[in-house]
């Protein structure tokens, strides 16, 4: 069975700490690993995506490393801000090229 | 660039009703899908369509739920009739890629809220 496991699957955290959110999945043979940002009543919206061939994506504060033999993924983000606030999601690219999603990690940044 | 538009963003029905939820892609995408996102859970695929064709519909409760893209463009999803456990919300998505172009971001519209009681 394919999954997608997200670890915290809730953070609070002061604002300007830099914190990681992880993400695992059993199966190794991935096409792509995708984070998302999902904000209260709203759609997702991509953060970063990291094909097969790479080992991390970088985009302003946010840095996301992809290891497939360990089966993990994690998103780094420097310095959070309240508008930081929000559930992440990561999703895995399976070999019949469907997203499978993780559960997310709802995180809040304190002022 | 416009983004990805669906309607109604709210429904309210009762058990046994029917529903039926509208997509309208990024211009120029080829590959349109929906998803159902229960409270809690991440978003599941139902149904992936490349142009006016269905990719895959192997988790589309198909007794229930039906979907369509006419002239490759917009796309409806049905629901009938609605049960209990259909409360989610109903996420479209589209590509510009093909199925089998992974490097392809997918761009996701607001959803649609279903509440049936």
């Known amino acids: 069975k394919q999954e997608v496991t997200q670890i915290p699957a809730a953070l609070s955290v002061p604002e300007g700490e830099n914190l990681v959110l992880n993400c695992s999945f059993t199966d190794s043979a991935i096409y792509n690993l995708q984070w998302f940002r999902q904000d209260p009543g709203k759609g997702l919206t991509s953060l970063l995506l990291?094909?097969?061939?790479?080992r991390e994506q970088t985009s302003g504060r946010l840095n996301a490393s992809l290891d497939k033999s360990s089966g993990r993924s994690t998103l780094y983000i420097a310095a959070s801000q309240p508008g930081d606030s929000a559930t992440y999601l990561c999703a895995r690219m399976d070999s019949s090229y469907k997203l499978i999603f993780g559960s997310g990690t709802r995180l809040l940044v304190r002022p | 660039e416009a983004g990805v538009a669906q309607s109604p963003r709210y429904k309210i029905i009762e058990k046994r009703q029917s529903v039926a939820f509208w997509c309208n892609p990024i211009?120029?995408?080829?590959?349109l899908y929906w998803y159902q996102q229960i409270l809690g859970q991440g978003p599941k695929l139902l149904i992936q369509f490349q142009n006016n064709g269905v990719v895959d519909d192997s988790q589309l409760p198909k007794d229930r739920f039906s979907a369509e893209r006419l002239k490759g463009v917009d796309s409806t999803l049905k629901i009938q009739p609605a049960k209990l456990e259909d409360s989610a919300v109903y996420l479209c998505?589209?590509?510009?890629?093909?199925?089998?172009?992974?490097?392809?971001?997918?761009?996701f519209g607001p959803g649609t809220r279903l509440t049936v009681t």
């Open positions: 990291i094909q097969s061939s790479q």
């Open positions: 998505a589209s590509s510009f890629g093909l199925a089998g172009e992974p490097f392809y971001e997918q761009y």
């Open positions: 211009s120029g995408h080829a590959t």
